[in-house]
Structures are given as structure tokens and as C-alpha cells.
């Protein structure tokens, strides 16, 4: 099996490029209403996820330093006021056909690289598919791309997540990380434990799913 370093920077891109037209093609054919559902990443609708995902795409690089500095540099109060914002005011069939008509921009993240950008694209997918039902798969080429770049020291030190005597182990592809009592799910799902997102109840089996997996909505019958 080639090593991550291995795949070449053209492939990477052409991942990129068809997680977001696929990504788009879910969103523009989403009702209006489920814009306004619950994500994985904490406290964003699917519209502020999909604003985020855009930013890039709408903020020249003198737009984006000045929204930094009113910030106070603080990247991530940044990030959260503008996609708060912009999820307000940029119509969210316009948010759809951005990431459709930018999947081969070319950028990438301070740092990260086009693995980096597949990343984004991928956990941000997921973000909002997962809790909506949407049955999406990533391909396996990919996506082993990015867990292996999430669990390398970079993306464990970037993430954080306490993973102390868990071994996570998908169960749908050949991958594994980490020593102590298993717990398992889809490779999707290890990309979302990796970045501390909760996941909804009944993805992951193990003695420490409940570590990762949020609690059960209130029944509304």
C-alpha cells in the first residue's frame, strides 16, 4: 500500500475537487428547512458549516487579515463570527453552487497543504451528512489520506482529543490507532472521533463509545 507522502499532489486535488462538486450536489438538492439543522461541529448549523467551507472562495487575503485583526488574531473567534454571519446573509443556494463552481481552487490551508484541504472538505461533509442521514461515502483512497494525517503528531496536537488506552479500529477498511480497550465504527466515524466531534448514538461499539458519542435527543412523540 503507498504511503500517504507517496500520493501524488494531482490525485489529491482530483479528490478535493470531487468531494466538492459531490458535497454541492447533496446541498443543492437539500430543502431550504434542513439548512437551519444541527451539525456535528458544535453550535453550526449546516449553514454555517457550509459558509465556513466557502469562506475562502469569498474573502480576498487583505478581507480575511482584517477580519483577523478585528478578531484580535484570534483565528478560531474569528472563523465562528464570519460563519455566523455570512450564514445570515449569503443565500444558501449561493453557498451550494460556491462549492460547486470552486472544486478546483486551489486552495489550501496555512500549512496544510492540498491534504490539509481534503481534510477540511471532508470533515466539514461530514459534519453535516451524518447527522442528517445522509448515506455518503467516502471513497477508501481518500479517506485514508486523512486519517493518516489526522493521526500523525500534527493532527492529534491540532485536535486534541483525549484518546489515552482507546484503540480505534474502522470496520470497514483495513486501519487502526492507538493501544487499549477497542472501540470501532466506520473509518468515517474514526475521522470524527479524531476531531473531537460527538457522534450520534449506535455509530460506535466498544466500552469507550460513550467517551465519543453524544447524548440521545428527548423523544417529541
Known amino acids: 500500500m503507498a504511503r500517504t507522502e507517496d500520493v501524488p499532489q494531482t490525485r489529491i486535488r482530483d479528490w478535493i475537487a470531487t468531494e466538492r462538486r459531490e458535497l454541492a450536489a447533496v446541498l443543492l438538492g437539500l430543502p431550504e428547512e434542513r439548512w437551519d ?15 465556513h467551507m466557502t469562506m475562502q472562495y469569498r474573502y480576498s487575503t487583505p478581507h ?7 478578531s484580535g488574531f484570534r483565528m478560531n ?8 454571519h455570512d450564514a445570515g446573509v449569503v443565500p444558501y443556494g449561493a453557498l451550494a453552487a460556491l462549492l460547486r463552481d470552486n472544486a478546483e481552487h486551489p486552495w489550501k490551508p496555512p500549512g496544510g497543504g492540498y491534504e490539509g484541504a481534503l481534510t477540511h472538505d471532508v470533515v466539514h461533509g461530514l459534519d453535516f ?16 489520506v486523512v486519517l493518516t494525517g489526522l493521526a500523525g503528531a500534527k493532527g492529534l496536537k491540532w485536535f486534541g482529543v483525549d484518546l489515552d488506552g482507546v484503540a480505534l479500529r474502522a470496520d470497514d477498511m483495513e486501519w487502526s490507532f492507538g493501544s487499549g480497550a477497542p472501540m470501532t465504527g466506520s473509518a468515517q466515524d474514526m475521522v470524527m472521533v479524531l ?7 449506535g455509530r460506535l461499539s466498544g466500552e469507550p463509545a460513550a467517551r465519543y ?9
Not at 64 to 70: H, R, V
Not at 195 to 201: D, H, K, M, S, V
Not at 213 to 221: E, F, G, L, Q
Request: hydrophobic share 45%; glycine share 4%; net charge positive.
Open 37 to 51: 439543522e444541527a451539525t456535528l461541529c458544535a453550535g453550526w448549523r449546516v449553514r454555517e458549516v457550509v459558509a
Open 213 to 221: 458519542t453524544a447524548a440521545a435527543s428527548p423523544s417529541t412523540a
Open 77 to 84: 473567534r474569528m472563523l465562528d463570527e464570519r460563519a455566523r
Open 129 to 144: 451528512t451524518v447527522p442528517l442521514g445522509i448515506d455518503r461515502r467516502v471513497a477508501e483512497a481518500p479517506l485514508r
Open 195 to 201: 476531531t473531537g466531534r460527538l457522534l450520534p448514538p
Open 64 to 70: 480575511w487579515l482584517f477580519e483577523l485583526a478585528k
